[in-house]
């Protein structure tokens, strides 16, 4: 069974700091990996998709950067944090028909 | 074009009534509709999804019935329970071809009362 593992689960960071959040699957090979972005009560946002190691395409830019440094492995960053980052961080990969499964997500209170 | 969208923006139902919830799209080439389930602190689920060639899928308590000329599609939850309460997303999505595209909707409230 495929299982996907996000870290922090929460953090909390000032304004210009940087940040770094992971992600990593077990039990699927070359998946489809994503990085979506979740407002307090608000919709889902994708943010970066990936489909093999070293490619990343931005669906938005929203001052964040994304990498795929390991098959198993997507990682978000920001060199500098904005208020507007703030939010829920969800990392997913796609089964059949572009189903999502999502990870546990990492809350982010950028302060 | 490619906008989802969700109503009510939230419900209220007492336990064993049936929730209805609401979902419609623009983009006639979407051909497949998960629903997902959130609560709070935690990342989406999906709960139940069905196809463009069918008009009516059930999973237990769960049923979505789905008119495609119309270009929408509802989430009947029957038997509602407290459990229940979370966040409703429906997403509409095309496959077949290169890319992922899955476009989630603005999402429905529900809160079931005991």
């Known amino acids: 069974a495929q299982t996907i593992h996000q870290w922090p689960v929460a953090e909390i960071k000032a304004v210009g700091s940087p940040l770094s959040l992971g992600c990593t699957i077990k039990g699927k090979s070359s998946p489809n990996l994503y990085w979506y972005w979740q407002a307090t009560g608000g919709t889902l946002q994708q943010l970066f998709y990936?489909?093999?190691?070293?490619?990343v395409e931005s669906v938005v830019q929203l001052n964040l950067s994304a990498s795929r440094p390991k098959d198993d492995q997507f990682i978000l960053s920001t060199e500098k944090l904005l208020l507007s980052h703030s939010g829920f961080y969800l990392c997913a990969w796609t089964g059949r028909r572009n189903t999502l499964y999502f990870g546990e997500g990492s809350r982010l209170i950028v302060v | 074009q490619q906008q989802v969208r969700q109503s009510p923006q939230s419900l209220t139902v007492w336990e064993g009534e049936t929730a209805i919830l609401n979902c419609s799209y623009e983009d006639s080439t979407f051909n497949y509709f998960p629903w997902y389930q959130q609560f709070p602190g935690e990342g989406p689920a999906l709960l139940i999804s069905i196809s463009s060639v069918s008009d009516k899928k059930e999973d237990g308590r769960f049923t979505i019935f789905f008119n495609k000329r119309e270009k929408k599609l509802s989430l009947h939850i029957t038997d509602s329970q407290p459990g229940d309460s979370a966040t409703y997303f429906c997403?509409?999505?095309?496959?077949?071809?290169?890319?992922?595209?899955?476009?989630f909707g603005t999402g429905t409230l529900l809160s079931v009362k005991p």
């Open positions: 997403a509409a999505s095309w496959y077949g071809g290169s890319g992922n595209k899955l476009i």
């Open positions: 990936s489909i093999t190691v070293g490619q």
